[in-house]
């Protein structure tokens, strides 16, 4: 069974930075694309990057030149470095992995962690 565990959030800042952490378990030959996303109390579910197992990213426009999505595939880590937060960055972040397109991102996330809070304050 595929496990997501979120860390690293926490309060900061505006202007300050972040860096997620998502490790993921119960997987061993296969090369899922991962992805971050966020919720905001009384916003929809929001895409912010996601990664396929080459390590070719996207990004959502709100976070292009401010964030960054990394993976570690040898130790199944993926991270979400977040640099420039501002208060609208404030949600919950969750990580998740698809696994039926051979690494390559197609939006079909099977698997989701239980979320790390950020919070932004001004």
Same mark, same amino acid.
């Given at each position: 069974q595929v496990q997501l565990v979120e860390s690293g959030g &926490? *309060?900061?800042?505006?202007g300050g930075s972040l860096k997620l952490s998502?490790?993921?378990?119960?997987?061993?030959?296969?090369?899922?694309?991962m992805g971050w996303f966020r919720l905001a109390p009384g916003k929809e579910r929001e895409g912010v990057a996601t990664i396929d197992y080459d &390590? *070719?990213?996207?990004y959502a426009d709100s976070a292009k030149g401010r964030f960054t999505i990394s993976q570690d595939n040898a130790k199944n880590i993926l991270y979400l470095q977040m640099n420039s937060l501002k208060r609208e960055d404030t949600a919950m972040y969750y990580c998740?992995?698809?696994?039926?397109?051979?690494g390559r991102c197609?939006?079909?996330f099977d698997y989701w962690g239980q979320g790390t809070q950020v919070t932004v304050s001004s």
């Open positions: &926490g *309060s900061v800042q505006a998502c490790a993921a378990f119960g997987y061993t030959y296969s090369s899922p694309c &390590g *070719s990213a996207s998740a992995a698809e696994f039926r397109y051979g197609r939006g079909d």
